[in-house]
């Protein structure tokens, strides 16, 4: 059963557009989202976070929104630049038998040209 | 660099073998986590540590096993290796549980 889901495994855009990346959970007891970016032969870094009392989180380039009613969240990179291609893991944590949890993503590769 | 170190890069070994992947969590942090990621898929999680103590299990076989030692370094222990266990093997750590984690740059494990 998987909890979080990116259901687009890529997306490609072009340098200078938008780039929005999407996650869905189904655990409402999930408070604490974070993005994850990936590159080819290096372990994830952490990218952006949002606590499950905001419904916005901006960070330079990166603004992450979540909608609780939905159980949905994405991340927008405006303007999208090559250097952001990657894989990106969005992440979901709650709080269980006293220890954080964190339930990742598949994963969505993106893909910016230039 | 993330501060959190991973041993050995890279890991080829035989069906029904057994291997140790050592991780090295940053200066200070008390968690350590390790995730598996297997080809298509996410970060499936599998244990968490926090200052010595097993703190998390996920989705963890029973051929694995995990430990963190006083020095806060940790193993993961994978044994009667099958080919299913071919994976991308990520240590993380964090300060404290629900942190955000640090991640180390994996050990590629393939099982011949």
């Known amino acids: 059963d998987q909890q979080v889901k990116q259901n687009s495994p890529s997306l490609s855009v072009q340098e200078g557009r938008i780039s929005i990346l999407n996650c869905d959970y189904t655990?409402?007891?999930?408070?604490?989202f974070l993005w994850y970016k990936k590159y080819p032969a290096e372990g994830p870094t952490f990218l952006i976070s949002?606590?499950?009392?905001?419904d916005k989180n901006e960070d330079g380039r990166f603004t992450v929104f979540l909608n609780k009613s939905a159980k949905h969240l994405s991340l927008h990179i405006v303007p999208s630049q090559p250097g952001d291609s990657a894989v990106y893991f969005c992440?979901?944590?709650?709080?269980?038998?006293?220890?954080?949890?964190?339930?990742f993503g598949t994963g969505t590769r993106l893909k910016v040209l230039a | 660099d993330s501060g959190v170190t991973q041993t050995p890069k890279h890991l080829i070994t035989a069906t029904g073998q057994r291997v140790t992947l050592r991780c090295s969590p940053r200066?200070?942090?008390?968690?350590v986590y390790w995730y598996q990621q297997s080809l298509d898929q996410g970060l499936q999680f599998l244990i968490q540590?926090?200052?010595?103590?097993?703190?998390a299990k996920g989705n963890i076989l029973e051929r694995f096993s995990a430990q963190q030692f006083p020095d806060l370094h940790s193993e993961l222990n994978l044994s009667s290796l099958e080919l299913g266990d071919s994976a991308l093997y990520f240590c993380?750590?964090?300060?404290?549980?629900?942190?955000?984690?640090?991640f180390g740059p994996g050990t590629r494990l393939t099982v011949l």
């Open positions: 992440a979901a944590s709650a709080l269980t038998s006293g220890t954080y949890k964190y339930i």
């Open positions: 949002i606590s499950s009392i905001k």
């Open positions: 200066s200070g942090d008390l968690s």
């Open positions: 993380a750590s964090s300060v404290v549980s629900g942190d955000e984690q640090f």
């Open positions: 540590y926090y200052n010595g103590e097993e703190r």
């Open positions: 655990n409402s007891m999930f408070d604490y």
